[in-house]
């Protein structure tokens, strides 16, 4: 789910969304750590973003230079799947695999707590 604030689109997270949320964290030098969200935008913008179920994805890089987390979201989990069955986003993953480790988890949003 996503809020339009000045338009521009902000995740929205919330238990009370339908949806699932991918969390994939990467391990990577921190000499590669800007080419990986380089790759991880250019297959968000290329690819990923027009696919069937996509939500929203926020790519985040830690400040020592070594982690690389991609915060998504998509409206099913067969949705999600169906990425591995796409040859254009396939193709986007030896790339990033060549220079960083991941951890891709499914999660659901249990609770937030806003101020």
């Not at 996503?2 to 689109?9: D, H, L, R």
């Not at 400040?63 to 409206?75: E, F, I, P």
């Not at 695999?97 to 249990?110: H, N, W």
Request: proline letters at 4%.
């Amino acid at each position: 789910m996503t809020t339009i604030i000045n338009n521009e689109e902000l995740t929205t997270i919330s238990k009370d969304t339908d949806c699932i949320t991918l969390i994939n964290v990467f391990i990577v030098e921190p000499e590669n750590q800007q080419l990986l969200v380089d790759l991880l935008v250019k297959a968000t913008e290329e690819v990923m973003c027009k696919l069937p179920g996509f939500i929203a994805a926020n790519i985040h890089k830690s400040l020592d230079g070594k982690r690389v987390t991609n915060y998504a979201q998509w409206q099913s989990i067969e949705d999600f799947r169906g990425i591995f069955n796409n040859p254009e986003a396939v193709s986007h993953m030896p790339a990033i695999g060549k220079i960083a480790q991941s951890d891709p988890t499914l999660y659901e949003v249990c609770y937030t707590k806003h101020s």
